[in-house]
């Protein structure tokens, strides 16, 4: 049986109405573009999205090993969860910005709420990584990296500096591919790229160690232009995963079932030319962003204030929470939070998550308070 269990890692960004959406989009905090409804479904789902964000990477303190094959079945539901962050971040492209579409403000407003946080927050941990990291070095182990200026660039480039940072050099090439995305919206023709790239992407997978942005970036275009092409086309689609939602968990389940019994456990991260089974974990989460919305969607007069909150903090979540979590296997080789030896669980996990959650969160409400709105270019919120 193929373990599929890899260094998993995900995230994203994201704004409408003075609240910012962390998925990989909008990060500049832009006003409610005229004539758009706030969407409370989008926001409960983006407060969701960042829980599974966190999860992903508490599993290994909250002593959960993945053997048995309901383990498998869990942990399959669990991982790759940026697919709900892309997804979300391609829906809001289009309901936020396509009607008052400026590409060169937009980028500028990417670089400083998104980028200038992810280095500045790395840099500790690069200069660590080249002075007193483990040996072999990361840049060593994966690269054969030895010149320090190089592996610096190597850690900017990659994001391998930090569990889950991996996500904002591909999140960059994904901004500066907007104008080609308003195109496809402009020729209606957003399906026939997302559909043949959905297929491309579960026989490429995700890169080893989540290393090349540009694998990366292929794995997960087809996830945003269907978040967009779900925008556009809302009227239509929403009455539709209203009715076949149901059926569309029960598909989900299945996939992540078969994962488990044939494959193994979580994404399978690969070099991209290499032949391997397909990923299911794509077109499973697909299935699950679906059966999400539409729940969601038939709760939409309601504010859930906790998921609000979760949503609008969610960016500094990102980037505070591998400040948490990766001490944790990097430098104390993963220690067991309740002395489990092994044997937690999905209970486990998620009260693992909720810890980390509500730290970072706190730490995010002091940078908040400290720094006020310079505090975007530290954390991004």
Known sequence: MINLIADVDTSSAHTVKGQQFMTSDVVSQPPKPAGKKFLNSINHFRGIAIIFIVMAHCYRPAGWQIETLADKFWFNLMMNGTVFFVFISGFLFHHVFYNRWDY?????????????????????????????????????????????????????LTGRALTAYWYIPMGMMLFALSPWVMTLINKKSILQ???????????????????????????????????????????????????????????????????????????????????????LMLPQKLLLTFVLLAVLNKFEHISISFLQKLAEVSFAIYFIHPWITTPWWMIYDSPDVFSMKGEGNIVTTLLVTSGVIAVSYVIALLFKKVLKQRSRYVIGW
């Not at 660590?128 to 850690?155: K, V």
């Not at 970036?217 to 939602?245: C, H, M, N």
């Not at 690969?270 to 391997?276: G, H, I, N, S, V």
Request: no cysteine; charged share 10%.
């Open 193 to 279: 790229f997302a559909i043949p790239l959905v297929i491309l992407a579960m026989l490429m997978h995700r890169p080893i160690s989540n290393l090349n942005a540009i694998q990366s970036l292929i794995y997960f275009i087809p996830v945003y232009l269907i978040g967009v092409w779900t925008s556009v086309a809302r009227d239509k689609i929403f009455p539709f995963i209203d009715k076949y939602w149901l059926v569309m968990l029960v598909g989900a389940i299945a996939m992540a079932i078969g994962q488990a019994y044939f494959y193994g456990a979580g994404v399978l991260n690969k070099p991209a030319f290499e032949f391997t089974v397909p990923d």
């Open 104 to 156: 060169e403000k937009y980028m500028k407003n990417k670089t400083k709420y998104v980028f200038i946080p992810y280095f500045l927050l790395s840099l500790p941990w690069i200069v660590w990584h080249l002075l007193a990291g483990p040996d072999p070095s990361l840049h060593m182990l994966h690269a054969n990296i030895t010149d320090n200026s190089t592996a610096a660039t190597w850690y900017v």
